[in-house]
């Protein structure tokens, strides 16, 4: 499917009335602001994995619907689950709730997501026959759901906070075709870096064509920042990085930015802290930066480039003394301007809501000074 796709008028409508607001500098894309490192009367606040398994009307529904991909595929529900953490918390975004393996099933891959597993493939992808099997992805055919689920949600939400699209990197996405599943070492995919380099770039090829056709789509249906995931990145070496990694991120991000340059995206890495002068020549307009590395530190690598993060998710297992002092430092060191404040890496699935809640509320309560 070309990247060029034209959008659908009544997803176009969504998307300029998005922008308009943006453009007068409305308090509801204060996300959006900063992303394009505007000035905001205060820090803008989401969390990574913000609807799911910490929630306990998420988990009543995951007793009434066992299968996570009926839960994030079929609209109704996926719409549910995605206004769950809005209406409890009133974050500056809501996330779609998805995976980033939704995609691989429009290229023809057989997979299931088992909750407390994570996902496993019915088949591995090693083979040229393989790769050259893997199909074009044409999100309008072969998944129609995301565009309902996001046009959905716009309608209602009615403009009060942006709509976040994901996207998975080729790279990650790459390493449950080749590994089946979640690994540890990432040993297989590394060998085949090595030993099938060749092959290893065409999967990575075909991956990178067809997500930024699914980044574009859900632009297209709504979505006012795209964020990416590269999970697994943050176990390659720089070196490795550059060469694996970065290019097929860079080819993603530069097709949605030539088409929407006003939709910012978001580059997520887990365990990045070494990779962030790489990840600056991305193309993406805001850095995600884990606890790992002060975010002071960040700044000084990352220069005046848009941030988000950086607090450790185990901070919210903790007091309220601790949430509030811990929050608050993250948001004094990057600075007044460019900062979208989040947790370094996803919400752990025993944390209490009351400290949600807190740590939104001590967001809320901080102000920006130029």
């Not at 893997?134 to 996001?150: M, T």
């Not at 006003?262 to 790489?278: F, G, H, R």
């Not at 450790?312 to 297992?317: A, E, N, Q, R, T």
Request: overall charge negative; hydrophobic content about 45%; aromatic content about 8%.
């Amino acid at each position: 499917m070309p990247l060029s796709l034209a959008p659908p008028e009544t997803a176009t409508a969504v998307l300029a009335d998005r922008l308009v607001l943006a453009a007068q500098n409305q308090p509801v894309d204060r996300l959006v602001l900063a992303a394009q490192n505007q000035p905001v009367d205060r820090p803008p606040v989401w969390m990574l994995r913000q609807a799911g398994r910490y929630l306990k009307s998420y988990r009543d529904l995951q007793e009434k619907y066992p299968s996570f991909r009926d839960r994030s595929e079929i609209p109704g529900l996926a719409v549910e689950i995605s206004l769950q953490p809005y209406r409890a918390f009133k974050p500056d975004g809501v996330i779609f709730f998805s995976d980033i393996l939704t995609p691989l099933a429009g290229m023809g891959v057989t997979f299931e997501i088992v909750d407390h597993k994570g996902p496993i493939l019915a088949e591995t992808v090693r083979s040229q026959a393989q790769v050259d099997a893997l199909r074009p992805l044409n999100p309008e055919a072969s998944l129609p759901f995301v565009g309902e689920i996001l046009r959905t949600l716009c309608d209602e939400l009615q403009g009060q906070v942006p709509v976040l699209g994901f996207v998975g990197a080729p790279w990650t996405l790459a390493t449950y075709l080749v590994e089946g599943q979640n690994s540890t070492y990432y040993s297989v995919i590394k060998e085949m870096a090595w030993q099938e380099p060749v092959l290893l770039h065409q999967m990575l090829a075909q991956l990178a064509c067809s997500i930024a056709t699914y980044a574009l789509y859900r632009v297209q249906n709504g979505a006012q920042m795209i964020q990416i995931f590269d999970s697994w990145a943050g176990h390659l070496t720089p070196q490795d990085y550059a060469t694996f990694a970065l290019p097929y991120q860079w080819q993603v991000i530069r097709a949605v930015k030539a088409i929407y340059p006003e939709v910012p995206v978001t580059l997520c890495v887990n365990a990045s802290a070494a990779l962030l002068p790489l990840m600056a020549k991305s193309g993406a307009d805001v850095i995600h930066v884990d606890w790992a590395i002060p975010m002071a530190q960040a700044r000084a690598v990352l220069g005046d480039r848009p941030v988000q993060g950086n607090l450790d998710p185990c901070v919210l297992l903790g007091s309220r003394e601790l949430i509030r002092e811990r929050t608050l430092d993250v948001i004094r060191q990057a600075g007044s301007r460019g900062h979208i404040m989040n947790l370094g890496q996803g919400i752990l699935p025993n944390t209490p809501e009351e400290n949600v809640r807190y740590f939104f509320d001590t967001v809320r309560s901080a102000t920006c000074h130029s």
